[in-house]
Every structure is written in C-alpha cells, then in structure tokens.
T-cell receptor, first 120, second 114 residues
Framework: NAGVTQTPKFQVLKTGQSMTLQCAQD?????MYWYRQDPGMGLRLIYY???????DKGEVPNGYNVSRLNKREFSLRLESAAPSQTSVYFC???????????????????FGAGTRLSVL | DQQVKQNSPSLSVQEGRISILNCDYT??????FLWYKKYPAEGPTFLIS?????DKNEDGRFTVFLNKSAKHLSLHIVPSQPGDSAVYFC?????????????FGKGTLLTVNP
C-alpha cells in the first residue's frame, strides 16, 4: 500500500521558471492538502481540497495554484518561482467526508515523503 | 498569531528515561489534537491523538495528556528509545465547528541518547 506518493523528490529551479508538483493517494480519501515546511516554521497549509472538484486557500496560498485532477490526484503549480518558495512541500490526504468514516479519526491526515524544492 | 505553540525547540534524554514533549494552544474552539513524528527526509507520520472529551489517551509507550483548562497537552514516551529521535509536531483542529484544517506547532527535536 503506497499511501501518498509525491513526485519529484527533489527539484532545482531558476527564478521565474514554472513547475508542477504531483501528488497521488491510493487510500480512497476525499480530502487532500498541500503544506510547506520551512526551518523554524512548522507546517503551513497552502491549499486544500475537501472533495473532488473543490479547492480552497490555506494560510499561505500566494504564488501557488492547485488542481484536483480526480479523486486520487492533487497537483500544486508554481507559475513563476521565487527564492522565497524554496522549501520542502508535503502533500497529505484524509478520509474526511468519506462515507462510513465517523468520529474524530476522520481528521487524521496522512503525508507523503515530500518534495525538496530550491529556487535559485 | 501562533495558535499552537511548542516552546521547546529541542529536548535531549537518555535511553530508558521518560521524554515529555509539551504543546500549548490558544484557540478554545480546538477539540481534536494530534501528534506527528517526522524523521529527516521523510513525511510526518501520525503517532497518537486525543479529543477534548478525554484527558488521557495511551498507545503502547506513548501517552498524550490534555488539560483543557490550561489549554495544554503533553506527549509522554516511556521508555524512550534511540529510534524515537525525531521531530515531533503537535497539531490541532476544531472538528465540532466543522473546521477540519490542522494547525501545527513548530516542532520539537527529540534526541534519545544511548
């Protein structure tokens, strides 16, 4: 069971270049999330998708766009990368909203291994 | 405004002793709390959680305590093992308010020395 898979694992960009970070989950989860982790800052939510076809901004959405391609896949796009976007990006999913999953446990999020992005 | 605070950036303990990681929160609407463990170059993995209707939850060597009046929770690891060395994140959400987003603390680096 792969869980949450992120590609690529590493990427180096030049300022102004664009790229898309891919995320896929095989747990049949409804909800998916994108976070960034910076030193001393913990995990900050960029965008999330409560269900297929919906997306919402999180705490730090500026400079990013997302696409919920289908139930499995949730991509994060940097249209014009900036050095301030150098970070480690994590995708996560949760069973929130899934039929048959009740109680607080529906809010547990499961994370991918991350994409380490450097923007020069 | 940091709603979830982990005031100790790091903690070092001896193998076999107890590790206590602390977390404070300010938002009184938070009702579900989670601890995640993160090894270098890996994603965070869920460790243990507690809802506001409880004050203690135990899973093997890991116990989480919740003090709602103080808006404080702690994670106890007994006995600590070198493999427990990792960054631990505290997270909170307001499930009963239908706010399912997790708010994370900045993390505490635990080092367990053999």
């Amino acid at each position: 069971n792969a869980g949450v898979t992120q590609t690529p694992k590493f990427q180096v960009l030049k300022t102004g270049q664009s790229m898309t970070l891919q995320c896929a989950q095989d747990m049949n989860h409804n909800s998916m999330y994108w976070y960034r982790q910076d030193p001393g800052m913990g995990l900050r939510l960029i965008y999330y998708s409560a269900s297929e076809g919906t997306t919402d901004k999180g705490e730090v959405p500026n400079g990013y766009n997302v696409s919920r391609l289908n139930k499995r896949e949730f991509s994060l796009r940097l249209e014009s990368a900036a050095p301030s976007q150098t970070s480690v990006y994590f995708c996560a999913s949760s069973p929130l909203g899934l039929a048959g999953v009740v109680g607080f446990a529906k809010n547990i999020q499961y994370f991918g291994a991350g994409t380490r992005l450097s923007v020069l | 405004d940091q709603q979830v605070k982990q005031n100790s950036p790091s903690l070092s303990v001896q193998e076999g002793r107890i590790s206590i990681l602390n977390c404070d929160y300010t938002n009184s609407m938070f009702d579900y709390f989670l601890w995640y463990k993160k090894y270098p170059a890996e994603g965070p993995t869920f460790l243990i959680s507690i809802s506001s209707i409880k004050d203690k939850n135990e899973d093997g060597r890991f116990t989480v305590f919740l003090n709602k009046s103080a808006k404080h929770l702690s994670l106890h690891i007994v006995p600590s093992q070198p493999g427990d060395s990792a960054v631990y994140f505290c997270a909170a959400s307001a499930v009963m308010s239908s706010n399912y987003k997790l708010t994370f603390g900045k993390g505490t680096l635990l080092t367990v020395n053999p």
